[in-house]
């Protein structure tokens, strides 16, 4: 079943004098089992939007259905806590709430609050660190104690300990190094493709999303601009420059060698792929 915005609203400081309404009519759905990608410019509204698959926010107007739980404006709604566990939440800059004092306590955290027994616990934020590739010896030191992009994945295995069906991540690789980038990306992608997470992932990192993301939605001052495939969005120069973004580098390399003669399948996106294919296409 796909996570259904319907008309939704989100307004700031309602009835103040400085409300602000971050989401506008919202109609969006997103499918389950895939990848799909938020762009859009700064105070767009991504965090607002995100902030309502567990109910961080809740609608002003409208409502949200997500797994079997529906959310609507001006409803109380009583079942927060099994949403949360279902729908896993990770904040841009995550790494700010570790705060047990030893990384498996921290992970284990969520699967405590949720209810599982301690042994259990332990347990699920061992496997689920050994996921993010978090090493034994970290177990017990302090989460201070870590790199950047280590206590990113930490962060990141409190919530998959938790098991969630969705998995949404809010500019996860902001600030991180080429490196720490990397081992995050191969991380949702293997929590997709090997666990078949739903992720949905907020980013400015076009090259990613243009490599990586099946869908994508862009936001542009709270209303949604485009949906639907992200090759289709990245391959549309008019839609491009609508929406004031850069092609990606491997669309461009990629039209250039489509102009000098050189045939690509449509699957050939990636520079492995495109050097697969015109390898095929050239004389010794
Ligand atoms: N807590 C808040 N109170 C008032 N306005 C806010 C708050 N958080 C965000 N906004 C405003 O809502 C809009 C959308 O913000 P946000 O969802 O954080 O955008 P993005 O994540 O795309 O940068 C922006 O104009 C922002 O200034
Ligand atoms: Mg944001």
Do not use: W
């Not at 400081?13 to 799909?36: C, R």
């Amino acid at each position: 079943m796909p996570i259904r915005f319907k008309t939704l609203s989100y307004i700031y400081n309602k009835d103040m004098p400085y409300a602000h309404k971050a989401l506008d009519h919202v109609d969006l759905e997103i499918k389950e089992g895939i990848i799909t990608a938020i762009i859009g410019e700064t105070g767009s509204g991504k965090s607002t939007l995100v902030e309502h698959l567990n109910a961080l926010l809740l609608p002003s107007e409208g409502s949200l259905e997500i797994l079997d739980y529906n959310i609507v404006a001006g409803q109380k709604q009583k079942f927060l806590k099994p949403l949360r566990k279902d729908v896993g939440l990770v904040f841009q800059f995550s790494e700010y709430q570790l705060f047990e004092e030893s990384v498996i306590k921290d992970v284990a955290f969520g699967p405590l609050n949720f209810g599982f027994a301690p042994e259990e616990a332990l347990k699920r934020a061992a496997s689920a660190l050994k996921l993010v590739k978090i090493n034994e010896e970290f177990f017990n030191v302090s989460p201070l104690e870590l790199s950047g992009g280590q206590k990113r994945r930490v962060a990141i295995a409190g919530i998959i300990a938790c098991d969630p069906k969705i998995i949404v991540l809010d500019e996860p690789t902001a600030g991180l190094d080429p490196k720490g980038a990397r081992e995050i990306i191969d991380l949702f992608i293997s929590l997709n493709k090997e666990l078949g997470k739903t992720i949905i992932i907020v980013s400015h990192d076009n090259e990613m999303v243009y490599n990586y993301c099946d869908e994508t939605v862009v936001l542009s001052h709270g209303k949604i601009v485009y949906h639907g495939p992200t090759t289709d969005l990245f391959d549309d120069k008019e839609k491009l420059k609508e929406f004031n973004m850069l092609e990606p580098q491997i669309v461009t390399f990629r039209n250039e060698l489509i102009d000098k003669g050189f045939k690509l399948s449509k699957d050939a996106r990636t520079l492995k792929l495109i050097a697969r294919e015109i390898a095929g296409q050239v004389k010794r």
